[in-house]
Structures are given as C-alpha cells and as structure tokens.
C-alpha cells in the first residue's frame, strides 16, 4: 500500500551541529507537509512543498521537494534547543483521495546544549 | 482565532467497555480529520469529514469504531466496544476548505486525546 517512510527515527545532537531528516514514498506525491510536535504538544503545520524540485527555506530550517516527487528532506542549520521535538513528513499521494496525509513516523531530535 | 479542541485529554478505560471522544475544529473549517498514533509509529489515518459528510474513511480499523459530525461542526469518535490495541493518541486536526487542485490547506491539530485500554 502507500507509505511514506521516514528516517532517522531518532537523531541526537550537540547544539550547533546540523541536523536532517529525510522522507521516501513508495508512490509519487501530489505534494508534500512537514510538521514539528513538540513534546507534549500536537503536530503544527511548517510547510508545504508541491512543485517538483522546489527548495523553500525558513530561517535555518530548508525544505527539500525530490524531482520524482517521491522524497523530500528537512535541513536544520545550526541546531538550538528550540529546535527540539518530533519533524513529521505528511504526503498527499497521486490520485487519492484529497485531503489523506500519509505521515511518516516521524524523526525525534534531541538537542544538547 | 480558538484552535481544535479535544475532550477528554486523556482516557483510562476498561477492555470492553465504551469511550466517546469529541473534537471541536476551527469555526469555519470544513474539513475534519481523526488520526491515531501508537507510540513509536506514524500518524495514521482515520477518516475525514467535509462538512458533515465522511469523504473517506478507508482508514478505520473495524466496525467498533463510529465517527460523526452532526450538523457539520463538531464531531465525536465513539469505540464500542473497546480493545487492547486501541490505546495510542487520537489526534484530530481541521483544515479550510480547498481551493486548488494539488494544493492542500494545512491541517491545524488539536492536543489529541491519549487513550489507555486496561
């Protein structure tokens, strides 16, 4: 069936390290979601990427469309410990039904000061 | 603007017995979504509603669960009866209505309701 698979499920760094997840569907994207849950708290929209190749950033934080539309990443330069928490993928796919996020598991990171 | 509300935040109930949750969206919103993780997994997918119409709901796992949203603004979850591998945290999130092909509106979460069957 459709998935979106996500790695790492875990990333531990020091503060100003950089830091990346990376997101694969086994089915081309109509587009693609991030989302960041902090801990405790509820998944909250970052982005959303739909054209292919398309490379948007936000402060440190770059977002990754694949030009195949089946991967994307998130790059954080830099990492503060704000910047902890859960980085959830969210993928719309091809010819479902729109409004279904297929998420990833999601990569946990941990950041040391 | 009030963001999507869940009740109850959390649930400790017995094998077997009934819980209902709710979920108010975003005043306005059309869309409706129930998700569901277990821990260590994705968010998986429940069911949407647009207004108070199921547009899909491919993803309930069994005809335990019975999802509505009367009169298209708030919508309850209810699991009768309940099971062991029901425990996880059930998000819903709400979304404006969409406008162009390809292109979705965010999907704004609420808390989520963290369920634990005993």
């Known amino acids: 069936g459709q998935q979106v698979m996500q790695i790492p499920q875990y990333q531990h760094v020091q503060e100003g390290e950089d830091f990346t997840t990376y997101c694969n569907s086994s089915?081309?994207?109509?587009?693609i979601q991030w989302y960041k849950q902090r801990p405790g708290g509820h998944p909250v929209f970052l982005i959303q990427?739909?054209?292919?190749?398309e490379v948007k950033k936000q402060k440190r934080l770059t977002f990754q469309f694949g030009e195949a539309k089946k991967n994307s990443s998130l790059h954080i330069t830099a990492t503060q410990t704000t910047d902890v928490g859960t980085y959830f993928c969210?993928?719309?796919?091809?010819?479902?039904?729109?409004?279904?996020?297929?998420f990833g598991r999601g990569t946990q990171l941990t950041v040391w000061p | 603007e009030a963001g999507v509300t869940q009740f109850p935040s959390h649930s400790v109930i017995e094998k077997g017995q009934t819980v209902t949750l709710r979920c108010d969206p975003i005043?306005?919103?059309?869309?409706l979504y129930w998700y569901r993780r277990v821990m260590g997994k994705e968010i998986k997918f429940l069911l949407h509603?647009?207004?108070?119409?199921?547009?899909?709901e491919s993803g309930m796992p069994n005809n335990r669960f019975l999802a509505e949203r009367t009169g298209g603004t708030y919508s309850t979850l209810k699991v009768q009866p309940a099971e062991l591998e029901d425990s996880g945290v059930y998000f819903c999130?709400?979304?404006?209505?969409?406008?162009?092909?390809?292109?979705?509106?965010?999907?704004?979460f609420g808390d989520g309701t963290r369920l634990s069957i005993l």
């Open positions: 509603f647009v207004k108070e119409s199921k547009q899909d």
């Open positions: 969210a993928g719309f796919h091809r010819g479902s039904t729109l409004g279904r996020l297929y």
């Open positions: 999130a709400s979304s404006k209505k969409f406008f162009q092909v390809n292109s979705n509106q965010p999907q704004h």
């Open positions: 089915t081309t994207l109509s587009n």
């Open positions: 990427l739909v054209k292919s190749g």
């Open positions: 005043s306005g919103h059309d869309n």
